[in-house]
């Protein structure tokens, strides 16, 4: 057998034989598991009557979706299509305690109007749509994930024409008006539609198209008005909190045609617009009003609206939980498996055993590359199970007690689960190095400890503010904690993405590679040293 | 000599001010015991640890076969090595410490039953090593040296913390090694328990070799300048007698001549010769100890191995050249 091999063989011999560090394994496994269940043991359903688990309407993609807004509708057939004129969009929110909101009518950012193709009324059903935006322009949305800018030149050659190169920014992303009013076109092939925008409604740019498998033959087409929650951000000593309440957005629609409509009766389409409130609730049923008359070019309308067409962020808002809840007590693991990872070394300097490791190994590297095989091994699989158990049993806690947890893809499921054994897996090496660097296990512990799991804590307890706990969590090994992450953040979707929220500001891997880093460094670095140093 | 054994050529190695290595050179050839006395301080396990590339010297070299011990290949069926008895994780059963080296140099489980048994450790093989006493983790090193089955055994102080009975057998054992072949290198700061074993000395004294010679001769030249003690009725006449063989005879109490320059048989052959009565003839014979501590003190008189050039022998053909 090739002689690394047999070092690993050695080295593993060594780990099972020590009654301490294979209880530590064990302790690794079961404490995360217990404070992941202890964790969601306060948890209280989200206020369902009954035994039933509620939770949000979850879209096209099986991912959880707030989906309120003011529709004023009619069927729509296989082919054709819907358009619109907007002259204006204005906002309203009410005045929060404390601030001073609530008088200008300007619309939140994220607040949408426009023309939507939706599978039916139900909340979460499949759409597209085209629409203006309070301050991010004309763009296309579908399947609530899916966001498409208009393209520059179409929405800026009107605002070139009538108010000069300059203002061509501001004027792309502001809303429309009465002097500068914004055509919206959705036209149905089957299950394909096209969005595309006008200033004139003569000249049109198309934005883009979405494919809605299964999308009926008679489909919703009309009118929308939504407006998201507006959160004001108040900064204090010891961290931030955050206050919400909800805003309505008010659009004007003329010159209002829809061609292909599933009734064969269109001269008589005025009587049939209806309109819905879609996941009405009290608040946003009492902030949602449709208008309509006819005039000689078209249908007019105006529509107001609360709510949003969006996925869901910032689950526990609104009393679900994530998945990755039940992998808090992570940090517990790791912090055994980093004493392990750093002892698997530093026993041996203590007592002298490293002479006769060295002996029976006198490549170092090889020996080094053992050790820390044998360690990420060992820490791995405790990982792995840790995790896929405290994810499966949390998750299954929760549903006993009707708590709404968020749908994740399986992918996720495996990547959080997969990238947890990685997280301890490489934090245990990253000891081990540390061990041979510092030659003393408290020393080590200390060091690892100090690096990965307390700017972590820091972070998601809110105890740093939201720069600074995204800071951390970019430079330090606490990273990689990232991976641990289900929940999405969307730049279309107003929100705290904060890390006590459960949003880090890396990408999983992207996180995971931090931690990598840091490892290859220190491990490296104990290389050069273990290499040079007499033992 | 080269390719069996270990040779040892001109290693130099410093401690910041301090020379711990200044020139240690020596060879151990197979089939025989060879001590490694010095005084503590003196670079014998300097010298070990250089020799198991441990520790790495300013200077020179330490081969193996011919290899330098960081090239070998499972190196303990090369050379097996006892540094520090209390080098083990005191939580791991003996057993489990001669199981995890055996998987390093792909040794099966049944060598381990086999070493454990050869040391005597059958009954204890259970029992966390971290219970030990010092004899007994000797045991477990002497085993863990002995698993590989090499032709070269190292030992630092192997002697230490064992009781007489332990110090007899590992007497045996130590000469048995030598007997099927092997190259033995025992260091000792006791010359004395070097007595019965080995049959060479490498003699070090700050971090050079002061003496590299058989036991045999070491001896001979320590006895050659020994003195006898006579009891004789008449000892102006006795010393008359002597002093005419060439010997020299000093008074040494009352009828007591304390001779020198003569054998105590060359001193019976001469008396009887002359009809000279006497009583007693008592030589002194010189101890392995003896010749030691003289070696020793030399070292630390004279600078160098010089003083003893003349019982440098075949053992170490180019030892001391450096000093």
Known sequence: MNDFLLTVRAEWTKLRTVRGWVLALVVALVVPVVIGLTSVNGSRSGGCPGAEVCGPPTGPGGEAVTDAFTFVHRSLGPHGSLTARITGLTGQRPRIPGSGGGGAPVPQAWAKAGVMVKEDTEQGAAYAAVMVTGGHGVRMQSDFTHDTAAPKAGTSSTAASSAGAHSDAASAAAPPTAAAPRWLRLTRAGSTLTGATSPDGTHWTTIGTATLPGLPATAQAGLFTTSPEHTEVDRHALGESATSGPTRATATFD????????????????????????????????????????????????????????????????????????????FAGLLVLVVVG??????????????????????????????????????????????????????????????????????????????????????????????????????????????????????????????????????????????????????????????????????????????????VLVVGAAYAVLRRRDA | MGEVGVAVRGLHKRYGPTAALDGMGFSVGPGRVTGFVGPNGAGKSTTMRVVLGLDTADEGTALIGGLPYRSLRRPMTHIGALLDAAALQPSRRARNHLLWMARSQGIGARRVDEVIDRVGLATVAGRRAGGFSLGMRQRLGIAAALLGDPGVLMMDEPFNGMDPEGIIWLRGLLRALAGEGRAVLISSHLMSELQDTATHVVVVGRGRVVADTSVAELLAAASAGGRVTLRAAQPERAATVLGAAGGTAVPAGPGTLSVSGLSAEDIVAHLTRQGVPFSEVAAHRATLEDAYLRLTRDATEFTGADAVGGTRTSGGTETGERA
């Open chain 1, 255 to 330: 010159r209002v045609t829809l061609s292909g409509a599933a009734t064969a009766n269109s001269t008589e389409s005025g009587g049939l617009w209806r309109t819905t409130v879609i996941g009405a609730d009290p608040v946003t049923a009492a902030f949602s009003a449709s208008s309509q008359r006819s005039t000689p070019a078209g249908e007019s309308f105006t529509v107001s609206g609360s709510g949003d067409i969006a996925p869901a962020v910032g689950g526990r808002a609104f009393g679900a939980r994530s998945v990755e809840d039940g992998l808090v007590g992570t």
């Open chain 1, 342 to 519: 750093s002892s698997f070394v530093t026993a041996e300097y203590r007592r002298g055993l490293i002479r006769g490791t060295l002996a029976a190994q006198p490549r170092r590297g090889r020996l080094l590359a053992a050790k820390a095989l044998v360690v990420a091994a060992a820490a791995f699989a405790v990982g792995l199970v840790a995790a896929a158990l405290s994810l499966k049993l949390t998750a299954s806690r929760l549903h006993a007690k009707g708590v709404y947890v968020l749908p994740a893809a399986t992918g996720a499921e495996v990547r959080v689960v997969v990238g947890t054994a990685l997280l301890l897996a490489l934090a245990a090496v990253l000891a081990l190095g540390a061990g041979i660097l510092l030659r003393r296990g408290a020393g080590a512990v200390t060091a690892v400890a100090a690096a990965v799991v307390l700017p972590y804590i820091l972070a998601i307890s809110g105890a740093l503010p939201v720069a600074g706990a995204d800071w951390v969590l970019r430079v330090t090994p606490a990273a990689a904690f990232a991976v641990q992450q289900t929940t999405v953040r969307y730049s279309q979707v107003a929100g705290v993405y904060a890390p006590s929220d459960g949003y880090f500001p890396l990408a999983p891997w992207a996180g995971m590679a931090v931690l990598c880093g840091w490892t």
